[in-house]
């Protein structure tokens, strides 16, 4: 007889932009995988939502696709999902409301005005969620105030997560994890913050009930069941957010190994053992299990910023530009010639956790060219990650490790710069699916298929190393206090532009970019 088969638990990964199905052993084998898209609507200028029914569905045919793919059963599905969406649903437990994301700073002024008065900063370290737009607290006051009786309406509030597993288990629940980015449960009580709901206007019982993210549902529906292909006992693990599961999936699991990744946006975020945030309110923290904890910050513009370039500055590259605009900046040298961007093109998140910034050149001659102006927005981006892991130890945090991932790990020129910025050599584990990995650990762990989530740390093959270059380094060490002023400096210019911007004509559509040849 063969050996028998080794226990598979699939994590789910809710993305922002895809749903994604990943089937792993408990050796951390990667058996089967599949991702379904969905799109990111932008109706109105600050508004970021998704259809909660094409979510779901994309759930479906992810899960669906990896179980037809294994020659083996399942133990269980466990989750991971994008941080701070926010749904109402009717009293039938039907969205009311498209999945706002973190990416929506519509109640950016609701943020700014719960952030001007002291209780901001002390709801801030109560509920280690930063007021900030991306969080659920201000986007419930904005539907207050903006939309009163569709407010009015709501039974429940919930995020994209909670949502889906109502649908697959009949069960309204939402994890400590996804609950600790909402701004409104106490990280210390483990329970709403009885002052964070009276500002919101919303009570408890609008909000799914708060369970660790180890909790087991006992199956699925009969409807899920058959839309999965699995059977109806099928265990579910409601697991926890993307972004603690990143740094499970990428083995930082002891204190003071950091997590960075950048995709799209970005995070620095390293694991602790008692929940906390800084007294200056720079970083927010986050639950993952009982004794697990991260602390970091998140940036809105990471990959994103290169695309801006490649669009702006060299559209005849078309939209396959990413190699050549890369290659350019390599013949730029370190420190761009002294010209720097803050690469606020998307507003900001941490360490500052305003909407306000706007991008900006500083240092421009006429001696910079394309190369310079590449190379400095790759810079900006690795500058504003180092403010983050400043505000992580200013947190009292020991960072002694760092490990990455995301699309930028492709790239050996951005490596490199992340190492030299940081000033710390930075660890590439050969693992590229954080989230789902780390979700199916949280999964595998809840089952009692592995003794504990401290198994990552050997699961996980680092595949690299970019060790800073000395030289490069001291460099950036000393640009990076320019950097850092220029938020301060540049925000009365700020204020004035928001506010002269509805009078301003609006900017007109890109052109298309010319056929490559």
Known sequence: MGEPFRPVVIGVDIGTTSAKAVAYDVDGAQLAHHS?????????PGYAEQDARRIHAAVLESVRTVVAELDRPVAGLSFGTAMHSLIGLDADGHPLTPSVTWADSRASRQAERLRAVPSGLALHRRTGTPVHPMAPLPKLLWFAEQEPVLFGRVAYWVGIKDWVLLRLCDALVTDHSVASATGLMDLHQLSWDEEALGIAGISA?????????????????AEAAAATGLPRDTRVVVGAGDGPLANLGLGAVAPGVMACTIGTSGAMRVMVER???????????YALTEHRWVVGGAINNGGVVLEWTGEALAPELGEDAEEELLAQAARAPVGSGGLIMLPYLLSERAPHWSALPRGAYVGLTNGHRRAHLVRAALEGVCQQLALVLASVRAAGNEVREIRASGGFARSPLWRQMLADVLGMPVHFPATREGSGFGAALLGMEALGLIPSIEVAAHLVRIEETARPDPAAAATYAALLPLFAGLYDALIP????????????????APAPAPPTR
């Not at 019982?205 to 529906?221: K, R, S």
């Not at 210019?493 to 007109?508: I, K, Q």
């Open 493 to 508: 210019t700020f204020t004035s532009l928001r506010r002269l911007a509805p009078g301003l004509p609006p900017t007109p």
């Open 275 to 285: 929940p906390g945030v800084d007294p200056l309110g720079g970083v927010f923290c």
């Open 36 to 44: 379904v898209g969905y799109p990111l609507d932008e109706p109105h």
């Open 205 to 221: 019982e609008q909000l799914p009930e708060l369970v660790p993210t180890t909790t087991v549902l006992p199956g699925l529906t």
